[in-house]
């Protein structure tokens, strides 16, 4: 049995920025600066404010400060959701699970199970309920589930390293600016605080959308991938021949020859083999 010690498994997690490194916005550039000259996970706003249940709003009783395991986590997932932050949205452009990967919080089981709970408790045991972000689950009509949480970051956050709300909607109109000035750059009617917001609000979704599509695709193909290959090799072979034979014509057939035939069969044997044991790339809503 592990130790109360030796159960974590990331004991001094820290934010990794991506490798697609975006240029990010004044203010989260200074935002992050302000948070890392602080100890956000020691706040004096974790020991005077009243945890309450996000859905009822019941006061939830706190029988100790977080412990040094979620304190480091909580560091960590500060800067990495302030890097993603969307200044108009004030939406997070990141899942848990790829705040958890960047974070160093993620962890793969024996058996090749990703686990991303840590980063996943730190949120809504902790960061919800104290109000410091705010999450909205939607159902997902393609895969039949629930869509990777949108994480909206509350001005109570920013207080967390003391910037203002002030500070935050300054910000909020010094963006819009920039977008405008693009937008009449094009010809197009510039955009209200409200509208911008909906906007960027929008495009978050369709990425996630857009994502979760291309996912469940690549899974069907992938099931489909290892159904055949998981056959004698030249049992799958005759499969693979018999839907090719299907899709041309006699005169297309002809023309391919029987070297020809040979070598696609061949072709489409190991590309089925390549998806068969490839794990879907997760470069998700970057």
Same mark, same amino acid.
């Given at each position: 049995?592990? !130790?109360?010690? /030796?159960?974590?498994?990331?004991?001094?997690?820290?934010?990794?920025?991506?490798?697609?490194?975006?240029?990010?916005?004044?203010?989260?550039?200074?935002?992050?600066?302000?948070?890392?000259?602080?100890?956000?996970?020691?706040?004096?706003?974790?020991?005077?404010?009243?945890?309450?249940?996000?859905?009822?709003?019941?006061?939830?009783?706190?029988?100790?400060?977080?412990?040094?395991?979620?304190?480091?986590?909580?560091?960590?997932?500060?800067?990495?959701?302030?890097?993603?932050?969307?200044?108009?949205?004030?939406?997070?452009?990141? &899942?848990?699970?790829?705040?958890?990967?960047? %974070? $160093?919080?993620?962890?793969?089981?024996?058996? $090749?199970?990703?686990?991303?709970?840590?980063?996943?408790?730190?949120?809504?045991?902790?960061?919800?309920?104290?109000?410091?972000?705010? &999450?909205? #689950?939607?159902?997902? @009509?393609?895969?039949?589930?629930?869509?990777? @949480?949108?994480?909206?970051?509350?001005?109570?956050?920013?207080?967390?390293?003391?910037? &203002?709300?002030?500070?935050?909607?300054?910000?909020?109109?010094?963006?819009?600016?920039?977008?405008? +000035?693009?937008?009449?750059?094009?010809?197009?009617?510039?955009? !209200?605080?409200?509208?911008?917001?909906?906007? !960027? #609000?929008?495009?978050?979704?369709?990425?996630?959308?857009?994502?979760?599509?291309?996912?469940?695709?690549?899974?069907?193909?992938?099931? +489909?991938?290892?159904?055949?290959?998981?056959?004698?090799?030249?049992?799958?072979?005759?499969?693979?021949?018999? /839907?090719?034979?299907?899709?041309?014509?006699?005169?297309?057939? &002809?023309?391919?020859?029987?070297?020809?035939?040979? @070598?696609?069969?061949?072709?489409?044997?190991? %590309?089925?083999?390549?998806?068969?044991?490839?794990?879907?790339?997760?470069?998700?809503? @970057?």
């Amino acid at each position: 049995m592990l !130790s109360r010690k /030796s159960y974590i498994f990331n004991k001094s997690p820290k934010f990794t920025i991506p490798k697609n490194n975006k240029k990010r916005p004044a203010f989260i550039i200074y935002a992050m600066k302000k948070a890392s000259e602080i100890d956000v996970a020691r706040s004096e706003l974790n020991y005077i404010i009243q945890p309450k249940n996000p859905k009822t709003g019941v006061p939830i009783k706190r029988k100790r400060r977080l412990n040094e395991h979620r304190a480091s986590a909580m560091r960590a997932m500060v800067n990495a959701m302030l890097y993603h932050y969307n200044v108009v949205s004030e939406i997070v452009q990141a &899942s848990v699970e790829q705040l958890s990967d960047e %974070c $160093g919080l993620s962890t793969i089981s024996a058996n $090749g199970n990703k686990s991303i709970s840590r980063a996943s408790r730190l949120i809504t045991e902790f960061m919800e309920p104290m109000g410091f972000v705010i &999450s909205h #689950k939607m159902w997902d @009509k393609i895969i039949g589930n629930y869509m990777p @949480k949108l994480i909206i970051l509350t001005p109570l956050f920013f207080k967390l390293f003391g910037i &203002s709300e002030d500070k935050i909607n300054n910000a909020k109109k010094q963006q819009l600016g920039w977008i405008n +000035k693009n937008l009449i750059k094009k010809g197009i009617k510039p955009m !209200s605080l409200v509208e911008a917001k909906w906007k !960027s #609000k929008e495009i978050r979704l369709n990425s996630i959308l857009k994502y979760r599509k291309s996912q469940h695709i690549f899974n069907i193909r992938k099931k +489909k991938a290892q159904k055949i290959f998981s056959l004698d090799e030249k049992i799958a072979k005759q499969q693979i021949l018999k /839907s090719i034979v299907e899709r041309y014509s006699l005169q297309e057939l &002809s023309e391919m020859g029987l070297n020809g035939l040979r @070598k696609k069969v061949n072709v489409q044997y190991y %590309c089925l083999k390549k998806i068969a044991l490839k794990h879907y790339s997760k470069n998700i809503f @970057k």
